[in-house]
């Protein structure tokens, strides 16, 4: 399997998402590459605490923005629109 279908599975796996894989083959040659089929609806999980000493609520999120972790932090007295992302994503 090329590398990058193998990243691409590897970071599903981890990401902990169902999916389905079909591998392409042609003849004489092991494999061409791959496609991927993840469900239209993803579980997401979210926490939110206070930091009360910086005045700020910390959320982080898993599978919200794309897959993998992200961390959120919004200031407290300003409109929840406005937040600062930090992704470790996959």
Do not use: N
Request: glycine share 6%; proline share 6%.
């Amino acid at each position: 399997m090329p590398p990058l279908m193998q990243r691409i599975r590897e970071s599903l796996w981890l990401s902990k998402v169902k999916f389905i894989e079909e591998e392409k083959r042609m003849p004489k040659v092991s494999s061409v590459g791959a496609k991927f089929t993840v469900p239209a609806a993803v579980l997401t999980d979210i926490v939110i605490k206070a930091d009360h000493e910086q005045g700020r609520l910390l959320c982080q999120t898993t599978h919200l923005f794309g897959l993998g972790v992200e961390y959120l932090s919004v200031p407290a007295r300003k409109s929840a629109t406005t937040c600062w992302r930090t992704s470790l994503g996959h």
